[in-house]
């Protein structure tokens, strides 16, 4: 396993690797891997024969006032664990690798109406940052499969449409989130929560099937059950960024007549920000 610097150099690589006939995958990261990123990377493996795991913290996608510089860098630790499962390339490019002329005059990508909301209101120009490094990374991978998690579901959504709507030759996949024994998923960012805080996060999780339960169970007061589960949050001492049902293939705001939904959350504990969601059907 190499780690190459230069899009020249990938480039170079990935290209004796498609004239080998091997069907190439991606998986976009910004380090500081757990064991979700690896059971990303070990789903590509399995689909394709030569993999690429991407590392960059992406400063596109970072908010005045957020966490870009205290962003955790492991990049010794994420390649023994990508050594371990046989991944074949890491690609960790620099800034000025990726935004040669800086990122105040480069082109950017902007989705309509799935980047809209939730995270979108919260995170000003974040879903411009994530579609415009995606589309970079898959122009310079140029990948037969890219694959990335469910627990960033309108990040997900956003990757899905550009690819469509750009008629991008890449088959995009979502992959369920990986949850702690508590029920917590796995963010690189969880490292930053006191013990206390570790030991209230599980309950974002537990109100998203709380909501779904509830609706399963035939009550259909969408905006009752929403506004019960924000206060629970709050009185166990989250404070909730949103919290919100929408059609799951959509987004658009779910209503009595939407059978496939989609609980998101988002909420701080302390300064740490942290975001889930859940599935369900309606029968």
């Known amino acids: 396993m ?7 150099q ?23 891997l757990h ?47 990508l050594h371990e499962i046989g991944t074949h390339m890491i690609f960790a490019p620099n800034v000025s ?3 040669p002329e800086g990122m105040d005059g480069h082109t950017r990508i902007a989705v309509p109406v799935v980047s809209e909301g939730l995270c979108g209101s919260s995170r000003p120009g974040h879903f411009e940052g994530v579609a415009t ?21 309108q990040q997900l959504a956003v990757i899905r449409k550009m690819a469509q709507d750009l008629c991008m030759p890449v088959q995009i996949m979502g992959e369920p989130t990986v949850r702690a024994a508590d029920g ?9 929560l006191s013990a206390e805080q570790r030991a209230t996060a599980p309950q974002l999780y537990q109100t998203l099937q709380q909501i779904a339960a509830r609706l399963q169970a ?10 019960e589960a924000r206060v629970q949050l709050v009185a166990a001492g989250l404070q909730p960024d949103y919290l919100d049902l929408r059609d799951a293939n ?26 889930d969601n859940l599935q369900f059907s309606l029968n």
């Open 2 to 8: 190499n780690t190459l610097h230069t899009i020249a």
């Open 10 to 32: 990938l480039r170079a690589a990935v290209s004796r690797a498609r004239q080998e006939g091997k069907r190439i995958g991606l998986v976009p990261t910004m380090g500081n």
């Open 35 to 81: 064991a979700g990123h690896i059971a990303l990377v070990e789903k590509a493996l399995q689909r394709t024969d030569y993999v690429v795991v991407s590392i960059f913290v992406n400063p596109m996608q970072f908010g005045a006032g957020e966490d870009l510089d205290s962003y955790p860098r492991t990049l010794p630790e994420d390649q023994a664990k």
């Open 97 to 99: 690798e990726m935004y």
């Open 133 to 153: 490094v995606v589309s970079k990374l898959l122009n310079i991978v140029q990948p037969d499969l890219a694959i990335f998690g469910q627990k960033d579901f």
């Open 184 to 192: 917590l998923a796995l963010s690189s960012r969880n490292g930053y």
């Open 218 to 227: 035939g009550q259909r007061d969408f905006a009752a059950i929403v506004e």
């Open 250 to 275: 959509s987004l658009q705001p779910a209503d009595e007549q939407t059978t496939e939904l989609v609980a998101l959350a988002a909420a701080y504990l302390g300064t740490t920000r942290l975001i």
